[in-house]
């Protein structure tokens, strides 16, 4: 990496270039990158498209990227609207404004303030903020700690901690809100962590070690190991104890 | 329920294990992908694994965390790091990994002494394989290393396994998915089936001695 020359590309009005080796990519106005990309940093301010594989240490969409292709980052943050048409793989990932991934995420860090749609699998060793998600596959996660604030849904989640919270001031353990609030639900089939805490959850079988189903939620089945605690306004079908692991 | 595969719920009180350990163990690669079956059951869609595999690993897993190997470290003794293992044809010779009969069928179709690809390695330690169990002849071991040569690289990331299949007299080799169910007419044999990743781990686990 001694020897290697990086040229930067900067776009005010338009263009189109070729993909290879950059500094710094800046897309002002418009701009379009065929090929594989390998960068420094990568910025849209006003609209970009990459036909191809994108690797950066650093990547910002302040406008609207389109990324036909897999995307490597160490950062990579969004704060206005960017769709990845393939997989992707970041360190740290902030989703500020939108971003759509066709294929799976593996990331170290995910910080969520927007909405953020996954086609296939979530991989990350930690998922906080707040926002909406929706993820195809498995959400696998070591820390999720999320305030939903928009309808949210995926197949599954599982991981170590699995925290799921109401906006704050939101709905007390009066059932009769529930409506009201139905936008800011989590819909999934099965949550399975050795913590979990769940409000304003809808789920067909909550597993875990410490189970608490709090306010607004509804769910099929808990399979507890060590501890179970209801929310008044929880509706739960059935609650089980198992062998405890460990 | 096929006895050969065991259902998480069973998996984490047989072996011990909380979710968080199996998720965590899945994100660090320690679990492959593919051991992950969802199956529908009378409640819903589950997840199953084949029970004698995962039911190792997790021993092994365990072992090594008692000798305070970090996951990185278990995850790199458990799914070989495809491009380390490099060796050339001679190497391989004399290292003794494989049989004389393999090396010989094999260096007939690759060129020189060049390092053998990742891909290359697998192929020899399967041919190898078989031919040691007698699954094979000579001629035979042939077909199975075209069929791997021409196919296995479009597998790449994907976990593949080798069939062995003979009918009346004719013998074939192909290559499928893993997970992938195959059926034959009557008369037809299979006489092997190997998984392509455990040929890796196992040659891996031999070139580390």
């Known amino acids: 990496?001694?020897?290697?020359?990086?040229?930067?590309?900067?776009?005010?009005?338009g263009g189109a270039f070729q993909g290879g080796l950059y500094g710094e990519v800046v897309f002002n106005g418009s701009g379009t990158i065929n090929g594989d990309v390998d960068a420094i940093t990568y910025r849209v301010n006003g609209a970009g498209t990459s036909n191809g594989r994108v690797k950066a240490q650093s990547v910002t969409v302040n406008g609207t990227a389109n990324f036909n292709g897999e995307v490597q980052a160490n950062e990579f943050t969004v704060?206005?609207?960017?769709?990845?048409?393939?997989g992707a793989g970041f360190?740290?990932?902030?989703?500020?404004?939108?971003?759509?991934?066709?294929?799976?995420?593996?990331?170290?860090?995910?910080?969520l303030r927007g909405f953020l749609r996954i086609g296939g699998d979530c991989q990350a060793e930690a998922v906080t903020g707040e926002g909406g998600f929706n993820v195809a596959g498995l959400l696998n996660a070591g820390n999720v700690d999320v305030i939903v604030q928009a309808p949210s849904s995926a197949r599954e989640i599982g991981g170590e901690r699995i925290v799921v919270r109401q906006p704050a001031g939101g709905l007390s353990s009066f059932t009769g809100l529930m409506t009201v609030f139905a936008e800011k639900r989590l819909t999934v089939d099965t949550i399975e962590g050795d913590v979990v805490w769940l409000e304003n959850t809808t789920a067909r079988v909550v597993r875990g070690k410490n189970v608490t189903v709090g306010a607004g939620c509804a769910v099929d089945l808990v399979e507890y190991a060590e501890s179970y605690t209801p929310a008044g306004g929880a509706q739960v079908r059935e609650a089980r104890q198992v062998s405890p692991t460990q | 329920?096929?006895?050969?595969?065991?259902?998480?719920?069973?998996?984490?009180?047989?072996?011990?294990?909380?979710?968080?350990?199996?998720y965590r163990w899945k994100r660090k690669g320690l679990i492959p992908e593919d051991w992950f079956v969802r199956k529908s059951t009378f409640t819903g869609q589950e997840t199953f694994f084949p029970r004698e595999k995962v039911l190792a690993r997790i021993e092994k897993i365990k072992s090594m965390q008692d000798e305070d190997a970090s996951l990185d470290e278990i995850a790199d003794a458990v799914a070989p790091d495809l491009a380390e293992l490099s060796m050339t044809l001679s190497q391989v010779r004399e290292s003794g990994l494989v049989s004389a009969e393999a090396l010989e069928l094999f260096s007939a179709v690759s060129d020189g002494d060049a390092p053998l690809a990742f891909g290359e390695m697998v192929s020899l330690s399967a041919l190898d394989t078989l031919l040691k169990t007698g699954d094979v002849s000579q001629d035979e071991g042939r077909i199975v290393l075209d069929t791997l040569q021409e196919n296995y690289p479009q597998f790449e990331g994907r976990s593949a396994d080798l069939l062995f299949v003979r009918r009346m007299g004719l013998s074939t080799a192909l290559l499928v998915t893993s997970d992938a169910e195959v059926r034959?007419?009557?008369?037809?044999?299979?006489?092997?089936?190997?998984?392509?990743?455990?040929?890796?781990?196992?040659?891996?686990?031999?070139?580390r001695r």
């Open chain 1, 79 to 86: 704060n206005g609207d960017a769709t990845i048409r393939d």
């Open chain 2, 1 to 22: 329920m096929d006895p050969d595969l065991i259902s998480k719920k069973e998996l984490l009180a047989e072996a011990g294990i909380s979710y968080g350990q199996l």
């Open chain 1, 91 to 111: 360190g740290r990932l902030v989703a500020k404004g939108n971003l759509s991934i066709g294929g799976s995420v593996a990331a170290h860090q995910i910080e």
């Open chain 2, 184 to 207: 034959f007419d009557r008369a037809a044999r299979v006489i092997a089936r190997l998984n392509l990743s455990e040929c890796a781990e196992s040659l891996r686990a031999r070139t």
């Open chain 1, 1 to 13: 990496m001694t020897d290697e020359v990086r040229t930067d590309i900067k776009t005010a009005g």
